[in-house]
């Protein structure tokens, strides 16, 4: 297992853009793929993007293609999520989450293996 602390959430006005950050800690960081699951006001979780062990392979919400990127520096154990053109409807909490199975980030985020504890993102109108 590993563990998972993100940061880089706020405040931050429509069209504008934030960074997450998600620190990993535990040995076997570069096995695992990693992705963002963000859950608004009075909604269910919803699926962000997800990158491989590798950084090789990326997913995204459909929804969000072309505003956000995923990445990785296996080096620092850090995976990132870059957040372009943000809109109201983004405001949500951000959780990292990793696991050894992209699937199970993608489509089955509920059996994922480690979870973070959340940032809040907000974009004002």
């Known amino acids: 297992q590993v563990h998972l602390v993100e940061s880089g959430g706020g405040l931050v006005q429509a069209g504008g853009s934030l960074r997450l950050s998600c620190a990993v800690s535990?040995?076997?960081?570069?096995?695992?793929?990693v992705g963002w699951i963000r859950q608004a006001p009075g909604k269910d979780y919803e699926f962000v993007a997800a990158i491989s062990w590798s950084g090789g392979n990326t997913h995204y919400a459909d929804s969000l293609k072309g505003r956000f990127t995923i990445s990785r520096d296996n080096a620092k154990n850090t995976v990132y999520l870059q957040m372009n053109s943000l809109k109201p409807e983004d405001t949500a909490v951000y959780y990292c989450?990793?696991?050894?199975?992209?699937?199970?980030?993608?489509?089955?985020?509920?059996?994922?293996?480690?979870w973070g504890q959340g940032t809040q993102v907000t974009v004002s109108s």
């Open positions: 989450a990793a696991d050894r199975s992209e699937i199970k980030l993608t489509r089955a985020f509920n059996l994922v293996e480690s």
């Open positions: 535990g040995r076997t960081f570069s096995t695992y793929a």
